[in-house]
T-cell receptor
Framework: GENVEQHPSTLSVQEGDSAVIKCTYS??????FPWYKQELGKRPQLIID?????GEKKDQRIAVTLNKTAKHFSLHITETQPEDSAVYFC????????????FGRGTSLIVHP | GAVVSQHPSWVICKSGTSVKIECRSL??????MFWYRQFPKQSLMLMAT?????????EQGVEKDKFLINHASLTLSTLTVTSAHPEDSSFYIC???????????FGSGTRLTVV
């Protein structure tokens, strides 16, 4: 089955700095890679995703890159703000309704004002 | 995006009682439902996967007789925690998936506390 490794487990940055979270996956059949933000006590919220036919995707301060050959993908947050503080999860899956996503262990991002 | 409603958002129950959690997909047909459990400061742990009209497939280590899942329609799935114990206290989240499988959406979660 799929195995997703996520690093770091904790990331502390100053407001305005950039934050990078990295994930690796093992199953070359995986072709969909979403990223989620989860605030304390709330549901995970999809913030950005990327499919295997794309190498990079950007949405304002958030970007995701994918290296299929190396089987790794990364989340980049620029100009971090205190409200970016949360736990971020990466996931990998195959497209299709019954394919089960495999989640990383999560990264606790702390943005200091 | 897809709209998912999960109830209750929190529940406190006594040991030995049962608790039912409902998950409704409001604007799409959920052919598949994933049920997750999340302990504090941990990732989402898949408990079971169900397809509408069929029995759920449970992950290793999850007791099917304790965590009863019903996915009787394309818009409603339920998880019943039977004979709850304090160690069942956790955050339970549903995630319905439609035919495309993209953008997995989550219910708002249920905080279960067993006393």
């Amino acid at each position: 089955g799929e195995n997703v490794e996520q690093h770091p487990s904790t990331l502390s940055v100053q407001e305005g700095d950039s934050a990078v979270i990295k994930c690796t996956y093992s199953d070359s059949a995986s072709n969909y890679f979403p990223w989620y933000k989860q605030e304390l006590g709330k549901r995970p919220q999809l913030i950005i995703d990327i499919r295997s036919n794309v190498g990079e995707k950007k949405d304002q301060r958030i970007a995701v890159t994918l290296n299929k050959t190396a089987k790794h993908f990364s989340l980049h947050i620029t100009e971090t703000q205190p409200e970016d503080s949360a736990v971020y999860f990466c996931a990998a899956s195959q497209s299709g309704g019954s394919y089960i996503p495999t989640f990383g262990r999560g990264t606790s991002l702390i943005v200091h004002p | 995006g897809a709209v998912v409603s999960q109830h209750p958002s929190w529940v406190i129950c006594k040991s030995g009682t049962s608790v039912k959690i409902e998950c409704r997909s409001l604007d799409f047909q959920a052919t598949t439902m994933f049920w997750y459990r999340q302990f504090p400061k941990q990732s989402l742990m898949l408990m079971a996967t169900s397809n509408e009209g069929s029995k759920a497939t449970y992950e290793q280590g999850v007791e099917k007789d304790k965590f009863l899942i019903n996915h009787a329609s394309l818009t409603l799935s339920t998880l019943t925690v039977t004979s709850a114990h304090p160690e069942d206290s956790s955050f339970y989240i549903c995630s319905p998936s439609g035919p495309t499988g993209y953008g997995y959406t989550f219910g708002s979660g249920t905080r279960l506390t067993v006393v």
